[in-house]
T-cell receptor
Framework: KQEVTQIPAALSVPEGENLVLNCSFT??????LQWFRQDPGKGLTSLLL?????REQTSGRLNASLDKSSGRSTLYIAASQPGDSATYLCAVGSGGYQKVTFGIGTKLQVIP | GAVVSQHPSWVICKSGTSVKIECRSLDFQATTMFWYRQFPKQSLMLMATSNEGSKATYEQGVEKDKFLINHASLTLSTLTVTSAHPEDSSFYICSARKGKRNTEAFFGQGTRLTVV
């Protein structure tokens, strides 16, 4: 059974700082890995999708890396802004029907 | 990106009644849709996998008679919470895939269910 762990559970940083969010998964036989953002009481916004054959993806100030063999992914956020404050979820697609298994998330607060 | 629409976005119902939540893929056909539930301060937990034209596959511990899933077409899946109780109050969210393998999962906006 796939299990996804995210560290840290919460993070508070001053505006402008670069930061790294970590995600680990137990079963390396994955199809893909996605990073999402969830604002309080809202749905999910997809940030980046990394296929199992890829090592990283970039979108603007966001960079996600994937090391499938070690079961790890990181989300790097450059020059953080208060608008980046949200919960960031790591989700792994694996198994039949490519079920998506979520981590519990990292709650990020960027202080102005 | 593709659009998945979920309706309603929030609903309040009385204990004992049933509530239906719709999930539609607006600009693509989704052979497989997924239903998740999220309790406060917890992660999203997969409830069931819904395949068009066949019975849904439920995760362990999810009551199939309580959470009825119907995937009648390639663009619509519904989740009906039957005889709802306050402990069913949660955030329910659906997702759909465009293709069969290695494709991005697109999520609906979610439905906040409160049972009073």
């Amino acid at each position: 059974k796939q299990e996804v762990t995210q560290i840290p559970a919460a993070l508070s940083v001053p505006e402008g700082e670069n930061l790294v969010l970590n995600c680990s998964f137990t079963d390396s036989a994955i199809y893909n890995l996605q990073w999402f953002r969830q604002d309080p009481g809202k749905g999910l916004t997809s940030l980046l999708l990394i296929q199992s054959s890829q090592r990283e993806q970039t979108s603007g100030r966001l960079n996600a890396s994937l090391d499938k063999s070690s079961g790890r992914s990181t989300l790097y956020i450059a020059a953080s802004q208060p608008g980046d404050s949200a919960t960031y979820l790591c989700a792994v697609g694996s198994g039949g029907y490519q079920k998506v298994t979520f981590g519990i998330g990292t709650k990020l607060q960027v202080i102005p | 990106g593709a659009v998945v629409s979920q309706h309603p976005s929030w609903v309040i119902c009385k204990s004992g009644t049933s509530v239906k939540i719709e999930c539609r893929s607006l600009d693509f056909q989704a052979t497989t849709m997924f239903w998740y539930r999220q309790f406060p301060k917890q992660s999203l937990m997969l409830m069931a996998t819904s395949n068009e034209g066949s019975k849904a596959t439920y995760e362990q511990g999810v009551e199939k008679d309580k959470f009825l899933i119907n995937h009648a077409s390639l663009t619509l899946s519904t989740l009906t919470v039957t005889s709802a109780h306050p402990e069913d109050s949660s955030f329910y969210i659906c997702s759909a895939r465009k293709g069969k393998r290695n494709t991005e999962a697109f999520f609906g906006q979610g439905t906040r269910l409160t049972v009073v």
